[in-house]
């Protein structure tokens, strides 16, 4: 079993693999595009969950098929039936249901919603399962291929959570990939955890006028949101805080019967997240206590309910382990200089659950990733280089047998 990535990129065998990858390279594309068509809106994957599984079935691998979240999973074997490497692309986009997903090409650029976020990376996996079979590569370990749901927003990387806490291969993951971002240079090993919240505060409400001096929500949101604006954090590791929408009243002439607003709070580090998920809440409760004490409660006293709403844990994968000693040879091998990141990606569940994991880029080059002008470039020669890395990462990863 060879890891080392000169002894396999030199090697029959793998070059065999990345010449399909050269000659399959309009076949890739033209699957690109037949994704990015296919609609897949926060929490309803559906319909290219069920074109990508049919993809996994035509391609040969073992054991397909959706699981009870609805990722889509399936077995490319190796020599035994232990350790298995992941390589997953997310199923799903941040745009709404009705966006217009047609591809527009102008030359080598497409441009659509979701081209390159993540759906780049869904076809880079069936590039990858096509060249591995065309090069007679066998690996020590088991690739599980992975189509997940849930790595945007609100998704809350519910896919992947589900496949290491309720999936059947879950015992035996030893190593995950994401295959999701452009830049073949930018390799995340750090995760960026993350607490979201709805923060609802609620009182009796009342006429503008007639109920003057009544306990008023919007007062303690707005309490809130300056001791809030107060809280330090360091910039190393790196970590934030943002309170991001809102809403709340009923008209100009009322004393409101509820605020609300959502509030995203990050870090690299999960110390400093908790410190700071301990001072917003300390906060919130001095927020109600305070308006309770400055007006009048004889209707009803200010309340809050604050509702989870995302929880991303935060994650290391020391650069000692197998994955990351074969993304950067790998990286560094197709002529790119590795650029070690922290990020917010399905790679934080398996670092959370102690799993070596990264993110690693699907190749070429794009921009404007979540808005309706996203495009990317598949010109050839720097789309192949970016394939070939992620290749050489993987099967590096999962143990070259010779043969």
């Given at each position: 079993m060879i890891h080392d990535t000169d002894t396999i990129r030199v090697s029959a065998r793998f070059q065999k693999a990345t010449e399909d990858l050269r000659a399959g390279h309009d076949k890739f594309v033209g699957e690109i595009i037949t994704l990015t068509e296919i609609p897949s809106p926060p929490f309803k994957e559906e319909r290219r969950a069920a074109a990508y599984e049919e993809m996994f079935k035509a391609l040969g691998l073992e054991d397909v098929q959706r699981d009870g979240i609805g990722n889509v999973t399936g077995l490319r074997r190796g020599r035994g039936n232990g350790p298995i490497v992941v390589a997953a692309a997310h199923l799903d986009t941040v745009f709404p249901e009705g966006t217009d997903v047609k591809v527009r090409r102008e030359g080598t650029k497409l441009f659509a919603p979701g081209v390159g976020d993540d759906t780049r990376g869904l076809a880079a996996l069936l590039a990858f399962i096509r060249a591995l079979d065309a090069g007679g590569i066998e690996t020590e370990q088991d690739i599980l291929f992975v189509g997940d749901v849930g790595e945007e927003g609100k998704g809350d990387l519910r896919g992947v959570r589900y496949l290491f806490t309720e999936n059947a291969y879950r015992e035996r993951i030893a190593s995950f990939f994401t295959f999701d971002g452009i830049e073949t240079q930018d390799l995340v090993t750090a995760g960026?955890?993350?607490?979201?919240?709805?923060v609802a505060f609620k009182g009796p409400g009342g006429h503008s006028l007639g109920a003057f001096g009544t306990v008023n929500p919007a007062y303690a949101l707005g309490t809130f949101l300056v001791g809030m604006s107060k809280i330090e954090v360091p910039g190393d590791p790196r970590s934030s805080y943002c309170a991001s929408t809102f809403q709340g009243g009923t008209s100009?002439?009322?004393?409101?019967?509820?605020v609300w607003t959502e509030i995203d709070l990050r870090s690299e580090s999960a110390e400093v997240l908790n410190r700071v998920d301990g001072e917003v809440k300390a906060l919130i409760d001095a927020a109600v206590a305070g308006e309770n004490a400055r007006g009048d409660t004889a209707n009803g006293e200010i309340s809050v309910e604050l509702t989870q709403i995302g929880n991303r844990p935060a994650g290391t994968t020391a650069h000692n382990t197998t994955i990351v000693e074969a993304s950067v040879a790998a990286i560094k091998a197709y002529g790119f200089e590795p650029a070690f990141s922290a990020s917010s990606t399905d790679a934080n569940i398996p670092m959370a659950h102690g799993v070596p994991a990264v993110k690693f880029s699907h190749g070429g080059a794009g921009g404007r990733a979540h808005t309706v002008d996203e495009w990317i470039d598949v010109e050839p020669a720097l789309s192949l280089r970016g394939?070939?890395?992620?290749l050489l990462a993987l099967v590096a990863t999962a143990g070259f047998v010779e043969g």
């Open positions: 960026v955890g993350s607490y979201r919240y709805k100009v002439n009322a004393i409101p019967e509820e394939l070939n890395a992620g």
